[in-house]
């Protein structure tokens, strides 16, 4: 008990020692042992590492997991140590909800098996998107996560102590300084004209007891000395280590940009799958429909249907609409269907960029390249979305989704 009581306070007095020096440093009435410059780099370029090591894993695990309240869920499950529970991407969701609403819609009808072939794309989008985030959280978090709460508490630690110890060496010089004053103002000679006899052998007395406080100051120096370099030693090493995690975190952040690269790659190939699956099958679906129409109320044969056109785009003269026979001929409405039939309107063509590649579906499509430019022109009664297209002597329809009209 009287151990621990002694031990407490001696550990007051050294932190009331070091609360000390440190306020008389901050008011400037007290010197600072300052390291050397080298050492000052090292310990910037440390703060550096952490603040914006920090900063980066914070931002990639919203990149990774926009969800704050699915973040909080994770950040405890992991300090608890235990397993997150599998969680089912935003993808692989609305998979679920097209393929619902396909079957309840039928699986049959042309709108049915378009949400069917989005869904199953959009299931295999969240896929991917699941083995991103887990290819991600391994090879790049968890080395970032493993720095902050390893080795940067480890260099925490050591540089605390290494200022204490500062703090320490510059208590004992300042003690030195003062005793050395001292010493040297008892040991001044007295007047013996001035000073009784009594005065000058207590004088002589004092010089002997500062002597001794001095030889004590002297030894207390020295220790600290030897302890500051030591620890010094020490978080130099450490902070000296920061270039080997750069080069690790290095290694990690080219592993997070494969793992990226790859996932935009499916993700890309994916949806090209699906774009042409639905371009094929767009003008099937649309003619379909026009035909059923068609069949269902024919126009009386004195009407004209007004024109539609694209907007923005100029439109050949009316044609008018000769009504369907069954088994009978309509040269009319085959030249107006028929691309490679129609002439384009004396002016007002325009220029388009092809934005994707497009595969023909059958005779009366043009097919596509990227990045090539061809002329467009919309035709009275055609669907809105499609455009006649030509390039050189090639004439078809095209989808307006694949261009960008320019001016």
Not at 178 to 184: I, L, P, Q
């Amino acid at each position: 008990m009287d151990f621990n009581v002694k031990k407490l306070a001696s550990d007051a007095g050294v932190f009331f020692s070091r609360a000390m020096q440190f306020t008389e440093e901050k008011l400037g009435q007290a010197e600072k042992t300052e390291l050397d410059a080298h050492f000052e780099n090292l310990l910037a370029r440390a703060d550096c590492t952490k603040n914006w090591t920090e900063k980066i894993l914070r931002q990639t695990e919203v990149l990774l997991q926009p969800n704050p309240s699915a973040r909080v869920e994770e950040f405890l499950y992991e300090k608890l140590d235990r397993k997150v529970p599998s969680r089912v991407t935003n993808g692989e969701l609305l998979a679920q909800y097209m393929t619902e609403a396909a079957n309840d819609f039928g699986p049959g009808t042309p709108y049915g098996k378009t949400l069917i072939k989005v869904g199953e794309t959009q299931r295999r989008l969240g896929a991917a998107e699941r083995d991103f985030i887990h290819s991600a959280s391994i090879n790049f978090l968890t080395p970032l996560r493993n720095f902050l709460e390893g080795d940067w508490r480890t260099i925490s630690k050591e540089r605390r102590i290494l200022q204490n110890r500062r703090l320490d060496l510059d208590a004992c010089k300042a003690r030195l300084k003062k005793a050395k004053a001292a010493e040297a103002k008892a040991a001044a000679v007295p007047d013996f004209q001035e000073t009784r006899p009594r005065n000058y052998v207590l004088s002589a007395s004092a010089s002997a007891l500062w002597s001794d406080e001095v030889e004590k100051a002297e030894h207390e120096l020295r220790l600290t000395q030897s302890e500051f370099d030591r620890q010094a030693e020490v978080t130099r090493l450490l902070l000296e280590g920061i270039s080997s995690t750069h080069v690790n975190h290095l290694r990690c952040l080219h592993e997070f940009v494969e793992s990226q690269t790859n996932y935009y790659a499916q993700c890309y190939q994916y949806m090209l799958d699906l774009q042409k699956q639905l371009g094929s099958s767009k003008g099937e679906i649309f003619s379909g429909t026009f035909v059923g129409n068609a069949e269902a109320t024919s126009p009386p044969a004195a009407t004209s249907p007004p024109a539609v056109a694209a907007a923005t785009l100029p439109a050949v003269p009316t044609i008018p609409v000769v009504p369907t026979i069954v088994g009978v001929p309509n040269t009319v409405a085959e030249s107006v269907l028929n691309p490679n039939e129609v002439k384009p309107p004396a002016s007002g063509t325009r220029k388009a960029r092809v934005l994707y590649d497009y595969e023909a579906a059958d005779s009366t499509e043009l097919a596509l390249l990227a990045d090539e430019m061809i002329t467009v022109y919309s035709l009275p009664g055609m669907d809105p979305d499609w455009l006649i297209g030509e390039r050189g002597n090639q004439k078809g329809k095209v989808p307006v989704t694949y261009l960008e009209l320019l001016s």
